[in-house]
């Protein structure tokens, strides 16, 4: 058996489609959703992946707004952009590339954002929004994975679903959309603590790696027929950039993200869904309050 691909290219470019329609809607309204960067440092990756966000904003005719600062860039000057963004009508939403330079507190910076203009979904306000079930914007890495499987028709619904990495981004956040009643999963996370890992994620209906570490996800460790999920990024005695799951899986799985091509354009289509939404809601208030006025 060959497992069918999650095509997170194809399912990016649908994305986006919708958005650009969305966008005209507002642009229609005088309202024109802006998303803005936050750089530090000359890092090759951070710098690739911010070029990246900036392209597909120019795609779905969104405008972008680029907060470049050297390697030496100080906390009150990085805390200085953050304010500056806050404050910019221009800009709807906004993410500060991470990692940031070393002897930066990086929490505080992040706890700066106005949670209205939190793009990632990842301040710990709206962290707590989505604890509470209430809406916000939603961490991108999890929402594009659900994405994903929605797309290509796998079932979440009672799906048995085994995470692997507890980091914040998508270990850690990933459970809390997925068990929603609306996606109605259960959820195990697995960690490096984790004493028997392959026998947790043979129980696994879906598999979502996360963890970066090269070949974690045997083809002995995958259910027939599960859907498995690479998220992982880590890189190979070559330099280059590997996957947590092991290339033989494809011959177990019955669906498998690749990677690239998987979950990474589903995560940068998700930061362009949270900016859009957020000048819908913005677009939403402005419209109630001048009801309001009206009588
Ligand atoms: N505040 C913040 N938010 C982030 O979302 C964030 C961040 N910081 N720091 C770094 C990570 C990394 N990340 C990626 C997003 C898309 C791809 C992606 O689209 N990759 C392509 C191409 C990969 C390649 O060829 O190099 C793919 O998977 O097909 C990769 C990595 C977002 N991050």
């Known amino acids: 058996m060959t497992a069918q691909i999650l095509d997170g290219k194809a399912t990016a470019s649908a994305i986006k489609s919708d958005l650009v329609s969305r966008v005209e809607a507002l642009n229609a309204k005088g309202i024109h959703p802006g998303l803005g960067t936050v750089l530090v440092g000359e ?77 990632d979904g990842l301040h710990p306000m709206n962290l707590g929004r989505l604890v509470l079930g209430e809406s916000g914007p939603l961490p991108c890495t999890p929402q594009g994975v659900i994405q994903l499987l929605r797309h290509h028709g796998v079932e979440i619904n009672g799906a048995h679903v085994v995470v692997v990495g507890r980091g914040i981004t998508v270990g850690r956040s990933i459970g809390l959309l997925l068990t929603r009643r609306s996606e109605n999963a259960t959820v195990t996370l697995c960690h490096t603590g984790t004493r028997d890992l392959p026998g947790i994620l043979r129980q696994a209906d879906i598999i979502v790696a996360a963890a970066g570490v090269r070949h974690l996800v045997r083809p002995e460790d995958v259910k027939p027929g599960a859907a498995v999920l690479d998220v992982g990024v880590s890189r190979d005695e070559h330099g280059k950039i590997a996957g947590d799951v092991h290339p033989g899986v494809a011959e ?41 006025h009206d009588g």
């Open 252 to 292: 177990v799985a019955g669906w498998l993200s690749p990677n690239p091509g998987g979950v990474g354009p589903m995560t940068r289509a998700q930061l362009l869904v949270n900016v859009v939404e957020a000048a819908e809601r913005n677009a939403k208030a402005a419209a109630d309050a001048g009801a309001g």
């Open 43 to 119: 890092d090759p990756g951070s710098k690739w992946y911010v070029a990246g966000k900036h392209r597909d904003c120019a795609e779905v005719g969104i405008s972008s707004i680029r907060r470049d600062l050297p390697e030496t860039a100080t906390q009150e000057e990085i805390e200085a952009a953050v304010r500056e963004l806050n404050e910019d009508p221009a800009c709807t939403g906004y993410i500060v590339q991470l990692p940031l330079p070393k002897g930066i507190d990086a929490n505080r910076v992040l706890e700066l954002i106005d949670p209205a203009k939190d793009a």
